[in-house]
Structure formats: structure tokens, C-alpha cells
T-cell receptor, first 115, second 115 residues
Framework: AQTVTQSQPEMSVQEAETVTLSCTYD???????LFWYKQPPSRQMILVIR??????QNATENRFSVNFQKAAKSFSLKISDSQLGDAAMYFC????????????FGKGITLSVRP | DTGVSQDPRHKITKRGQNVTFRCDPI?????LYWYRQTLGQGPEFLTY????????KSRLLSDRFSAERPKGSFSTLEIQRTEQGDSAMYLC?????????????FGPGTRLTVT
């Protein structure tokens, strides 16, 4: 079975600074996708960034980038120039490639941004 | 594209009562997922539909839980004889099939409190 581990329950960052959120996963599959989702308080979950396992290049979306280390099964999220609106819970998630496409989530990390 | 909607947003019920939640996916999405999220945890997969066919059910989905998607559009999740342990956020997500890497879009969730 696939597992996703987020070992840091909380992190804090100063506005305009950079923060890195950690995630490790375990799978025996070779073809899969990894995601970071953001869940603001009382608001719905939205996709921040995704990474295809077959791609060596790390994904980047504006201020958000990932460090994908396939051999180490590590998938961290870097948020640059942190903004107050980045405060939320962040979930790392895994999905096997193919028709069975359920997501397996980590426990999440609460990110606070200090003004 | 109006997004995934869920109704009700909040439900308080007494132990032993039955409750039903509704999810309306994005109109062209034929895949629909239900997840359960308890406080401080990431969402956990419950069940998944492709059109009207329920293709997978998690072990979390006890015999008190039933989900339907009768016409391949909206879906309902019913919990019979609710227990306090059923208190959670119930999330619905939808996805367009045919492209292996399309993302899941989440609704705002239904928060269930069993007293």
C-alpha cells in the first residue's frame, strides 16, 4: 500500500521569506503523480502543484516549486516570497498512474505566515 | 464551470439518525470521489464512481454507508445509524477521464457533527 508521510505538523515563516515543507512517500509503483494541495481555513482544497514521476525536471508554479527526489522518495514544497494568503494547511498527496486514481494524502502541515 | 458543489455545508445530527449528503460535480467530469477528513488528518478515500458505476470502496466504508450516482451526474452519500465517530468533513471531488493526468477538483465539503 502507498503511504505519504508529513512529519512536521506546523511551520511558521516570516512574510517575504522562503519556507520548505517536507514530504516522503512509499510506493512500489514506477509511474505515479505527486501533488501539493492547499486547504485554507474553512475553504475548499485547491491544487498548488503537481509532479509526474517520469519527469526529472522539478515542477514550478510561480512562487511554488518542488524538490522531487525519486530515489529517496522525497517530495518537498518550497514557497518563495511568502505572503499572508499562503497561510493554510498543506497536504502532500500521491496518486498511482492509471484508471484507479484515488489520492492518498499525508496528515498535512499547518503553515502560518508572520507579518 | 461552476465548480464542485456540496449540500449541506454543515449537518448536526443525533446519534442513531440517518443523514444524506449530496455532491454535484463539474458537469463534464465523469469520475467522482468521496473522501472523509477528520480533525488534524488528511482526507481518506471512501469510494469512487465512473459515470454511474461504483468502481471501488474503501474498507472505511462500513455497511452503514452507501453511495449512489444514479444517472452519472450528482452523487449522494448516506450514513445510517450515525455514530459519534462519523463526525468528520466529507469531501467530494470530480475529475475528467480520458486524460490520465487530469486533476481532481474538490468541493467545499459537508461538515458532519454527531451529538
Amino acid at each position: 500500500a502507498q503511504t505519504v508521510t508529513q512529519s512536521q505538523p506546523e511551520m511558521s515563516v516570516q512574510e517575504a521569506e522562503t519556507v520548505t515543507l517536507s514530504c516522503t512517500y512509499d510506493t512500489s509503483e514506477s509511474d505515479y503523480y505527486l501533488f501539493w494541495y492547499k486547504q485554507p481555513p474553512s475553504r475548499q482544497m485547491i491544487l498548488v502543484i503537481r509532479q509526474e514521476a517520469y519527469k526529472q525536471q522539478n515542477a514550478t508554479e510561480n512562487r511554488f516549486s518542488v524538490n522531487f527526489q525519486k530515489a529517496a522518495k522525497s517530495f518537498s514544497l518550497k514557497i518563495s516570497d511568502s505572503q499572508l494568503g499562503d497561510a493554510a494547511m498543506y497536504f502532500c498527496a500521491y496518486r498511482r498512474a492509471g484508471a484507479n486514481s484515488k489520492l492518498t494524502f499525508g496528515k498535512g502541515i499547518t503553515l502560518s505566515v508572520r507579518p | 464551470d461552476t465548480g464542485v458543489s456540496q449540500d449541506p455545508r454543515h449537518k448536526i445530527t443525533k446519534r442513531g439518525q440517518n443523514v444524506t449528503f449530496r455532491c454535484d460535480p463539474i458537469s463534464e467530469h465523469n469520475r467522482l470521489y468521496w473522501y472523509r477528513q477528520t480533525l488534524g488528518q488528511g482526507p481518506e478515500f471512501l469510494t469512487y464512481f465512473q459515470n454511474e458505476a461504483q468502481l471501488e470502496k474503501s474498507r472505511l466504508l462500513s455497511d452503514r454507508f452507501s453511495a449512489e450516482r444514479p444517472k452519472g451526474s450528482f452523487s449522494t452519500l448516506e450514513i445510517q445509524r450515525t455514530e459519534q465517530g462519523d463526525s468528520a468533513m466529507y469531501l467530494c471531488a470530480s475529475r475528467r477521464s480520458g486524460t490520465g493526468d487530469s486533476e481532481q477538483y474538490f468541493g467545499p465539503g459537508t461538515r458532519l457533527t454527531v451529538t
